[in-house]
């Protein structure tokens, strides 16, 4: 597979982003989403924060209401209710990994989002395992590493990410003498910017190593198709509400030996296969229920399963190119508005998916967000989006690349997905040339 990882079918690896699309490429009949893949909001209201949340899809209410006269407990009784609720959270499991492309040996634990999954994976590593992870990471794939682990600078560009994780395992394998386990945890799409990294490269670069990587996709699953076997990466996180799914619901997918043999990251019921009368008279669940103690969240589950199940059987490389063409549309129209500047980590024309931040010079980022909202009824993100490193290193690099010095402190951020028109765009835009 392309080490872009999101290209879709209908475009080649490593093409830049297609020209600013007439009207007409932009809303064809051909792509306008079906009806499980329509989403909820509010007439009059803008929704141009996807990447922070992503609106509900109709498949994943569906889903829930179709569930809820038969919703009982999961694992824990024998009525016909409860049944029907285990075999719905189980299917569910089965649906996300198959939308995931797990490989057959592999775990699907169900989390409450990414960051729990990573929090996860994190306890779960055997003793003296170093990680490498980059400063461009967002908070989830940055915080919950154990002391000592390797963190590089933001590269400028996709072949530095793989030069650079070559020579720190490289280093790090003469300094444990070649034994110790190492995992590289590295970002599917940058939150900030949108930028696709070249995954499959990392991930062939860390298996020449003998090293694991993990994959934080919640940016990367919605906007593309993600197949854990294909890139042949260890682990992937996901999260429910970046991926038209309600709150509260995630994924770590990902080999089973590291997650069987860790301490269960939470001690309860489900998590046991019998507790003896002692303190510590305990025997662990091997499976995705070592990682699962407590009522789960079967609605969670059965929600983001439905989602998965909808964009499985949808055409992927029309909605993507769809999304193509509202992201240039968008950053042209950006680049036009001579106060507007961009932030980017890679080159101007390297692969994304559907998010843009941004600062108007000379404008505090938070009140023109306010203003959206209030007077535009736009929804946008402001601040540094938990991912401060990386967010300061490229504000400084954008007051350096286009010699502004009133650039403000944090900057804004427009993200799109199923659901987004020319219309929001455009709306954006005309905003935009009026405030500034």
């Known amino acids: 597979m392309s080490s872009t990882v999101v290209s879709a079918p209908a475009r080649p690896t490593g093409v830049a982003a297609p020209a600013t699309p007439t009207p007409a490429t932009l809303t064809p009949a051909t792509l306008a989403p079906a009806a499980p893949l329509a989403v909820l909001g509010v007439p009059g209201q803008v929704n141009l924060d996807y990447a922070a949340t992503a609106p509900c899809a109709r498949a994943a209410a569906d ?30 499991r089965q649906q996300v990994g198959d939308f995931l492309g797990v490989r057959a040996n592999d775990h699907v634990v169900f989390t409450r989002n990414t960051t729990d999954a990573l929090n996860l994976l994190a306890r779960a590593l055997p003793p003296g395992t170093r990680v490498v992870t ?8 940055l915080l919950p590493w154990p002391a000592g682990t390797v963190r590089l600078p933001v590269p400028g560009s996709a072949g530095d990410a793989v030069r650079a994780v070559d020579a720190a395992l490289r280093e790090l394998r003469r300094g444990s003498g070649g034994g110790a386990p190492i995992l590289v945890a590295v970002t599917g799409a940058s939150n900030v910017t949108g930028e696709c990294w070249p ?34 990466v260890d682990y992937v996180a996901v999260s429910g509400h970046k991926l038209y799914a ?17 301490p269960p990251y939470l001690a309860g019921g489900g998590a046991t296969l019998g507790v003896g009368a002692a303190t510590h008279d305990v025997r662990w669940a091997e499976g995705p229920a070592r990682h699962e103690a407590g009522t789960p969240n079967l609605l969670g589950a059965v929600a983001l399963a439905g989602v998965c199940t909808a964009l499985a059987e949808a055409d992927r490389a029309a909605l993507y190119a769809h999304e193509q063409a509202l992201l240039a549309r968008l950053r ?6 001579p106060e507007v500047v961009e932030l980017r980590t ?14 108007v010079a000379g404008r505090d980022s938070a009140a023109v967000a306010a203003d959206l909202a209030q007077r535009w009824q736009l929804g946008l993100r402001d601040g540094l989006f938990c ?21 403000p402190p944090t900057a804004l951020r427009a993200s799109i997905g199923l659901g987004s028109t020319a219309g929001h765009v455009d709306r954006l835009l005309t905003a935009l040339a009026a405030i500034r």
């Open 246 to 262: 309600p709150f509260g619901i995630g994924v770590l997918a990902g080999r089973a030996d590291w997650l069987d043999a860790a």
């Open 346 to 359: 890679f080159d101007a024309a390297a692969p994304r998916v559907g998010i843009v931040s941004f600062v």
């Open 332 to 337: 042209s129209g950006l680049a036009a508005l």
């Open 134 to 141: 980059f400063a461009a990471e967002h908070h989830a794939n």
């Open 387 to 407: 991912a401060h490193p990386l967010a300061r290193r490229l504000l400084a690099e954008a007051a350096t690349r286009s010699g502004r010095r009133d650039l």
């Open 63 to 92: 889903a829930v209401a179709e569930l809820l006269p038969w919703y009982g407990s999961v694992h824990r009784g024998a009525g016909a209710l409860s049944r029907r609720s285990t075999l719905a959270y189980e299917r569910a």
């Open 199 to 232: 995954v499959a490269d990392l991930a062939r670069v860390a298996h020449r190593h003998g090293a694991r990587i993990a994959l934080d996709a919640a940016q990367l699953a919605p906007h593309a198709e993600l197949d854990i076997a294909a890139l042949t």
